[in-house]
Protein backbone atom coordinates (compact mmCIF):
# COMPACT_ATOMS: atom_id res chain seq x y z
CA UNK A 1 0.00 0.00 0.00
CA UNK A 2 3.07 2.52 1.16
CA UNK A 3 4.96 1.64 -2.31
CA UNK A 4 1.33 2.00 -4.86
CA UNK A 5 1.20 5.66 -3.23
CA UNK A 6 4.03 6.76 -3.44
CA UNK A 7 4.38 6.12 -7.16
CA UNK A 8 0.66 7.22 -7.06
CA UNK A 9 2.37 10.66 -6.09
CA UNK A 10 5.45 10.52 -8.44
CA UNK A 11 5.10 7.85 -11.27
CA UNK A 12 8.68 8.41 -12.02
CA UNK A 13 9.59 7.17 -8.85
CA UNK A 14 12.01 4.11 -9.18
CA UNK A 15 10.79 0.94 -8.07
CA UNK A 16 13.29 0.19 -6.11
CA UNK A 17 12.86 3.29 -3.76
CA UNK A 18 9.30 3.12 -3.73
CA UNK A 19 9.41 -0.87 -2.69
CA UNK A 20 11.39 -2.13 0.22
CA UNK A 21 11.09 -5.40 -1.28
CA UNK A 22 13.04 -4.40 -3.82
CA UNK A 23 15.81 -2.08 -2.33
CA UNK A 24 19.71 -3.08 -3.15
CA UNK A 25 21.25 -4.97 -0.77
CA UNK A 26 23.75 -2.84 1.42
CA UNK A 27 27.36 -2.78 0.62
CA UNK A 28 29.69 -1.73 3.62
CA UNK A 29 32.90 0.40 2.59
CA UNK A 30 34.64 -1.42 4.96
CA UNK A 31 34.28 -4.82 3.61
CA UNK A 32 34.97 -6.25 0.58
CA UNK A 33 32.02 -8.59 -0.80
CA UNK A 34 32.76 -12.09 -2.42
CA UNK A 35 31.73 -12.10 -6.45
CA UNK A 36 29.64 -15.04 -6.27
CA UNK A 37 27.14 -13.62 -3.61
CA UNK A 38 25.84 -11.19 -1.59
CA UNK A 39 22.92 -12.81 -0.02
CA UNK A 40 25.75 -14.99 2.78
CA UNK A 41 27.49 -13.26 5.26
CA UNK A 42 29.90 -16.05 5.58
CA UNK A 43 31.34 -14.48 2.09
CA UNK A 44 31.82 -11.34 3.65
CA UNK A 45 35.85 -10.69 3.42
CA UNK A 46 37.53 -7.94 5.36
CA UNK A 47 39.42 -4.81 3.78
CA UNK A 48 42.42 -5.11 5.30
CA UNK A 49 43.88 -8.45 6.77
CA UNK A 50 44.79 -7.96 10.46
CA UNK A 51 48.30 -9.13 11.17
CA UNK A 52 48.63 -12.14 13.22
CA UNK A 53 48.95 -11.91 16.96
CA UNK A 54 52.66 -12.69 16.88
CA UNK A 55 53.37 -10.28 14.47
CA UNK A 56 52.37 -7.21 16.22
CA UNK A 57 54.76 -4.76 17.31
CA UNK A 58 52.88 -4.04 20.35
CA UNK A 59 52.41 -7.26 21.54
CA UNK A 60 55.91 -8.34 21.24
CA UNK A 61 58.81 -6.95 19.65
CA UNK A 62 60.00 -6.99 15.96
CA UNK A 63 62.36 -10.01 15.19
CA UNK A 64 65.29 -7.70 14.13
CA UNK A 65 65.05 -6.37 18.07
CA UNK A 66 66.37 -8.38 20.86
CA UNK A 67 64.33 -8.69 24.30
CA UNK A 68 64.95 -5.53 26.17
CA UNK A 69 68.29 -5.96 28.25
CA UNK A 70 68.89 -3.69 31.24
CA UNK A 71 69.79 -0.55 30.96
CA UNK A 72 71.52 1.36 33.76
CA UNK A 73 71.60 5.21 33.97
CA UNK A 74 74.37 6.62 36.52
CA UNK A 75 75.20 10.30 37.21
CA UNK A 76 73.36 13.07 39.51
CA UNK A 77 69.89 14.02 40.30
CA UNK A 78 68.65 17.15 39.28
CA UNK A 79 65.74 17.31 41.80
CA UNK A 80 61.99 19.13 40.68
CA UNK A 81 58.93 19.90 42.92
CA UNK A 82 55.66 19.17 41.88
CA UNK A 83 53.22 20.34 38.72
CA UNK A 84 56.70 21.71 36.36
CA UNK A 85 55.12 22.52 33.60
CA UNK A 86 56.56 22.77 30.15
CA UNK A 87 57.15 26.70 29.65
CA UNK A 88 59.72 25.57 32.95
CA UNK A 89 60.70 23.04 31.21
CA UNK A 90 61.80 25.13 27.66
CA UNK A 91 60.34 28.61 27.83
CA UNK A 92 57.98 29.46 24.60
CA UNK A 93 61.31 32.15 23.39
CA UNK A 94 62.75 29.49 22.58
CA UNK A 95 60.37 27.37 20.65
CA UNK A 96 61.79 28.80 17.59
CA UNK A 97 64.82 26.52 17.06
CA UNK A 98 64.62 23.20 15.04
CA UNK A 99 65.60 19.60 16.85
CA UNK A 100 66.72 18.40 13.54
CA UNK A 101 69.24 20.57 13.32
CA UNK A 102 72.53 19.97 14.91
CA UNK A 103 73.48 23.36 15.73
CA UNK A 104 69.80 24.21 17.22
CA UNK A 105 69.50 20.80 19.11
CA UNK A 106 72.48 21.79 21.04
CA UNK A 107 71.02 25.09 21.46
CA UNK A 108 68.09 23.46 23.10
CA UNK A 109 69.81 22.03 25.30
CA UNK A 110 71.56 24.52 26.55
CA UNK A 111 68.00 26.28 27.63
CA UNK A 112 67.00 22.94 29.43
CA UNK A 113 64.46 24.07 32.40
CA UNK A 114 65.81 27.41 32.47
CA UNK A 115 61.75 28.39 32.90
CA UNK A 116 62.09 27.53 36.69
CA UNK A 117 62.05 30.02 39.38
CA UNK A 118 64.74 31.66 41.48
CA UNK A 119 64.25 29.35 44.20
CA UNK A 120 66.33 26.56 42.56
CA UNK A 121 69.82 28.02 43.05
CA UNK A 122 71.38 25.34 40.90
CA UNK A 123 71.51 25.79 37.50
CA UNK A 124 70.78 22.54 35.07
CA UNK A 125 73.12 23.49 32.73
CA UNK A 126 75.28 26.63 33.73
CA UNK A 127 75.30 29.07 31.59
CA UNK A 128 77.53 28.88 28.88
CA UNK A 129 77.01 24.95 28.48
CA UNK A 130 75.21 23.00 26.28
CA UNK A 131 75.21 20.01 28.27
CA UNK A 132 73.96 19.47 32.16
CA UNK A 133 76.21 17.35 34.32
CA UNK A 134 73.03 16.12 35.64
CA UNK A 135 71.65 12.62 33.81
CA UNK A 136 68.41 11.93 36.19
CA UNK A 137 65.74 14.59 36.89
CA UNK A 138 63.44 13.33 39.92
CA UNK A 139 60.53 15.44 39.63
CA UNK A 140 56.94 15.26 41.72
CA UNK A 141 53.16 15.03 40.46
CA UNK A 142 51.86 15.94 37.21
CA UNK A 143 55.36 16.38 35.38
CA UNK A 144 55.70 18.09 32.21
CA UNK A 145 51.58 19.62 32.75
CA UNK A 146 51.13 22.80 30.36
CA UNK A 147 50.93 23.08 26.72
CA UNK A 148 51.87 19.89 24.00
CA UNK A 149 55.21 21.07 23.18
CA UNK A 150 57.43 18.28 21.82
CA UNK A 151 60.47 20.35 22.35
CA UNK A 152 60.70 19.74 26.22
CA UNK A 153 61.33 15.85 26.40
CA UNK A 154 63.76 17.19 23.27
CA UNK A 155 65.61 19.54 25.26
CA UNK A 156 66.32 17.34 28.35
CA UNK A 157 67.66 14.65 25.93
CA UNK A 158 69.95 17.42 23.97
CA UNK A 159 71.10 18.60 27.29
CA UNK A 160 72.12 15.03 27.89
CA UNK A 161 69.68 13.73 30.77
CA UNK A 162 69.13 10.40 30.11
CA UNK A 163 65.62 9.71 32.25
CA UNK A 164 62.96 11.58 34.56
CA UNK A 165 61.38 9.78 37.62
CA UNK A 166 58.23 11.79 38.49
CA UNK A 167 55.25 10.85 40.79
CA UNK A 168 52.70 11.47 37.66
CA UNK A 169 53.41 12.96 34.20
CA UNK A 170 51.12 14.79 32.29
CA UNK A 171 49.87 12.39 29.78
CA UNK A 172 51.00 14.77 26.53
CA UNK A 173 54.67 15.25 27.80
CA UNK A 174 54.30 11.16 28.75
CA UNK A 175 53.74 10.68 25.17
CA UNK A 176 56.09 12.86 23.77
CA UNK A 177 58.84 11.41 25.65
CA UNK A 178 58.26 8.35 23.70
CA UNK A 179 57.29 9.41 20.39
CA UNK A 180 60.81 11.48 20.51
CA UNK A 181 62.29 8.96 22.31
CA UNK A 182 64.83 11.41 24.11
CA UNK A 183 64.27 10.57 27.32
CA UNK A 184 62.42 7.76 29.96
CA UNK A 185 59.76 8.73 31.50
CA UNK A 186 59.97 6.65 34.78
CA UNK A 187 57.14 6.50 37.45
CA UNK A 188 57.86 5.43 41.10
CA UNK A 189 56.02 4.71 43.49
CA UNK A 190 56.37 6.75 46.22
CA UNK A 191 57.89 10.81 46.59
CA UNK A 192 61.31 10.66 45.28
CA UNK A 193 61.66 14.22 45.32
CA UNK A 194 60.75 14.33 49.17
CA UNK A 195 64.00 12.09 49.75
CA UNK A 196 66.21 12.95 47.11
CA UNK A 197 68.52 16.04 46.79
CA UNK A 198 70.27 18.00 43.98
CA UNK A 199 73.70 16.74 43.48
CA UNK A 200 72.68 12.65 44.92
CA UNK A 201 74.45 10.21 43.17
CA UNK A 202 72.43 7.85 42.17
CA UNK A 203 71.57 4.87 39.49
CA UNK A 204 68.52 4.16 37.04
CA UNK A 205 68.37 0.62 36.33
CA UNK A 206 65.49 -0.01 33.79
CA UNK A 207 64.67 -3.50 33.44
CA UNK A 208 61.56 -5.46 32.66
CA UNK A 209 58.91 -5.50 35.32
CA UNK A 210 61.88 -4.86 38.22
CA UNK A 211 63.20 -1.08 37.61
CA UNK A 212 64.92 0.69 40.83
CA UNK A 213 66.10 3.52 41.30
CA UNK A 214 69.18 3.77 44.03
CA UNK A 215 70.98 6.66 45.99
CA UNK A 216 74.27 5.92 46.61
CA UNK A 217 74.15 9.58 48.66
CA UNK A 218 71.48 8.15 51.35
CA UNK A 219 71.86 4.31 50.54
CA UNK A 220 68.20 3.87 49.85
CA UNK A 221 66.55 1.72 46.93
CA UNK A 222 63.24 2.71 45.11
CA UNK A 223 61.15 0.36 43.29
CA UNK A 224 59.85 2.27 39.65
CA UNK A 225 56.60 1.44 37.64
CA UNK A 226 57.29 -0.63 34.72
CA UNK A 227 57.76 1.55 31.29
CA UNK A 228 55.95 -1.41 29.16
CA UNK A 229 55.55 -1.12 25.44
CA UNK A 230 56.55 2.34 25.32
CA UNK A 231 60.32 0.97 26.69
CA UNK A 232 60.79 -0.73 23.18
CA UNK A 233 60.19 2.85 21.58
CA UNK A 234 62.28 4.67 23.49
CA UNK A 235 64.78 2.10 22.98
CA UNK A 236 64.95 2.30 19.30
CA UNK A 237 64.92 6.28 19.26
CA UNK A 238 61.26 7.39 18.38
CA UNK A 239 57.87 6.37 17.00
CA UNK A 240 59.81 6.95 13.10
CA UNK A 241 62.94 4.31 14.01
CA UNK A 242 61.08 1.90 15.39
CA UNK A 243 58.51 1.66 12.81
CA UNK A 244 61.02 1.69 10.80
CA UNK A 245 62.11 -1.19 12.63
CA UNK A 246 59.39 -3.34 13.22
CA UNK A 247 58.95 -2.77 9.34
CA UNK A 248 55.83 -0.94 9.89
CA UNK A 249 57.20 2.18 6.92
CA UNK A 250 60.35 1.98 4.94
CA UNK A 251 63.46 2.21 5.78
CA UNK A 252 65.37 4.97 4.99
CA UNK A 253 67.85 3.73 3.02
CA UNK A 254 64.72 1.63 0.86
CA UNK A 255 62.75 4.96 0.51
Same mark, same amino acid.
Request: aromatic share 8%; net charge neutral.
Given at each position: ?????????????????????????????????????????????? #? =??? &? @?????? %? /????????????????????VVGDNI???????????????????????????? #? =??? &? @?????? %? /????????????????????????????????????????????????????????????????????????????????????????????????????KAIGDA?????????????????????????
Open positions: MAAASLRSVNPTLPRTLASPTRSPPFQSPFLRFAPASTTSFSNLKP #L =VTP &P @APSSSP %F /VTRSAAASPQERKTFHGLCYDTDQIIPAEFLTLVPSNPDEYQKLGSHA #L =VGL &P @ASYEDR %F /VEPGETKTKYSIVIGGENFGCGSSREHAPVCLGAAGAKAVVAQSYARIFFRNSVATGEIYPLDSEVRVCDECRTGDVATVELREGDSVLINHTTGKEYRLGPVIDAGGIFAYARKAGMIPSAAAA
